[in-house]
């Protein structure tokens, strides 16, 4: 069974602490991450999409959403959320990082069958904190995206804090890993191997 709500993999963000585009790095047997991510999706979720800055850097075709021209020059998330629910026209939309490979259907099912439609997003959470690049964002957010564009304001902990939010929380660190240095890149190879 597949999932209706659109699923969106981020993968428009800078990579500085990393010291290259993530989104590019090879996993697995394919040539980059976010192959690797949107062919896994893909058999969870009927439509999904990447979201990114600029598609030409993929070798592989895909369902692309691009930033809109004016927020190029802003690597935060927020102008993948407008632009996701600006282009896609949904009530809802299933968000993942582009460099957490290892959040599985356990996971992406339980934050679904939680979601409910009086909450504006249903969010994971693991004994770290809160994982805002995971989880369930409903479109009575989309206003408050668009200020926070206006403002150059960014911080999805903020938005969630003030918005009716959901928070489920996970036991399982591992399947949260997400490859921000060099170091969690490798650790992911070999938990890939293991």
């Known amino acids: 069974m597949q999932y209706d709500i659109p699923c969106i993999i981020f993968a428009g963000g800078k990579s500085s602490r990393m010291g290259e585009d993530k989104a590019l790095l090879p996993f697995s047997t394919f040539s980059t991450l976010t192959e690797y991510q949107y062919l896994r ?3 969870i979720f009927k439509n999904v999409y990447i979201s990114t800055k600029d598609e030409k850097k993929f070798n592989f075709s895909a369902n692309y959403i691009l930033d809109e021209p004016h927020t190029k020059t802003s690597y935060a998330p927020t102008a993948g959320f407008i632009a996701a629910f600006h282009q896609l026209n949904t009530e809802k939309i299933f968000v993942i990082s582009v460099d957490s490979p290892f959040i599985g259907e356990e996971e992406i099912d339980a934050l679904i069958q939680a979601d409910k439609d009086i909450y504006d997003a249903t969010i994971a959470t693991t004994d770290r904190g ?3 690049m995971c989880g369930i964002y409903h479109s009575s957010l989309f206003k408050t995206f668009l200020e926070m564009q206006n403002n150059d304001s960014h911080k999805l902990g903020f938005l969630l804090k003030n ?5 489920i929380h996970f036991k399982d660190e591992k399947a949260f890993l997400n490859m921000n240095h ?3 890149y490798q650790e992911a190879l070999l938990l890939l191997k293991s």
Request: cysteine-free.
């Open 163 to 167: 918005a009716k939010t959901n928070y």
């Open 182 to 184: 060099p170091h969690e």
């Open 41 to 43: 999706l893909s058999k």
């Open 130 to 132: 809160i994982e805002p």
